[in-house]
């Protein structure tokens, strides 16, 4: 079953303070999403990698086409709903962690992760626990779940960020450069977490710079050039070198 269909979705920046040129970050790209299936975004800095993610997630609204979500309540068009229907999705179904970390609130670790569990009905003290098991599986260290992440290093701060997208199971779960900052052993805890604490019920599209990553993590990749859609394949037959 297909969870997204994307339609001809482009997005153009117009630049005034160059001129009124205008910047292409995504040119006529189509493609569809099946339920459960991991999809790997790659590409060279600047292809439109995360302008796609911030389309889908309506962070960025698209000049044109359509990004449909095929979901339990039937289909949306991202692009027109309204943002009541938008906002509700993102509650419920639809989760997103952006490339650069978001400035975080002067909220412990652990309740930054357990919000979104206590939001879907969790109680405070479940919420919390579930947060600690993730954070544990991440290598956080113990003493770093109750301060304040505004102090944490880059890479403390992804694991954050990735335990809170993660918590709530959404269906669809758009990941951009989840593990960039992360050393090797730690994002290889974070593979093994997104794998089996995701599982088939989450769909994710997730941007990637390291190839080691999309090979064992993706079921197919999407690889983008200048703005385009250059091919999708199953991650078997893709053998391409992802430039940072
Ligand atoms: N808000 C914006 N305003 C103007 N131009 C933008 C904006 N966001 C993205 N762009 C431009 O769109 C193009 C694609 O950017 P995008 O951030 O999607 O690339 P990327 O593939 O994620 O790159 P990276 O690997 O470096 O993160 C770039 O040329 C970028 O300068
Ligand atoms: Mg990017």
């Known amino acids: 079953m297909t969870v997204l269909t994307i339609e001809n979705l482009r997005k ?30 790659v590409g060279e800095s600047g292809s439109g990698k995360s302008s796609l993610l911030k389309c889908i997630y309506r962070a960025y609204e698209p000049s ?39 400035e975080i609130p002067r909220v412990p670790a652990v309740d930054v992760v357990a919000r979104p569990l206590r939001e879907g009905g ?20 113990e003493e770093l779940w109750e301060a304040y992440p505004a102090t944490f290093s880059g890479g403390e701060r992804q694991r954050v960020n990735l335990a809170q997208a993660i918590a709530p199971q959404p269906d669809l779960l758009l990941l951009d450069e989840p593990t960039s900052a992360l050393d ?16 088939d019920g989450t769909t ?9 990553v999309v090979e064992v993590i993706a ?20 053998e391409g070198v992802v430039v940072a």
């Open 12 to 41: 153009t920046f117009d630049m005034h303070i160059l001129g009124d040129t205008q910047v292409v970050g995504l040119d006529d790209v189509s493609f569809t999403v099946d339920d459960g299936e991991f999809l790997a975004i």
């Open 64 to 102: 044109a086409g359509r990004v449909v979500y095929h979901g339990a309540e039937g289909d949306v068009d991202l692009v027109s709903c309204d943002d009541r229907e938008m906002i509700q999705l993102r509650e419920s179904a639809i989760g997103y962690t952006s490339q650069f970390l978001d």
């Open 122 to 141: 969790l109680s405070t003290a479940d919420a919390r626990e579930r947060s600690q098991e993730l954070l544990s599986r991440l290598k956080l260290p």
């Open 184 to 199: 090797p052993e730690t994002r290889q805890a974070a593979i093994d977490l997104l794998r089996e604490y995701l599982g």
């Open 204 to 212: 994710v599209v997730g941007v990637f710079h390291n190839t080691d």
């Open 219 to 238: 079921d197919r990749v999407a690889v983008l050039d200048e703005a385009r859609l250059q091919r999708i394949v199953p991650v078997e037959e893709y």
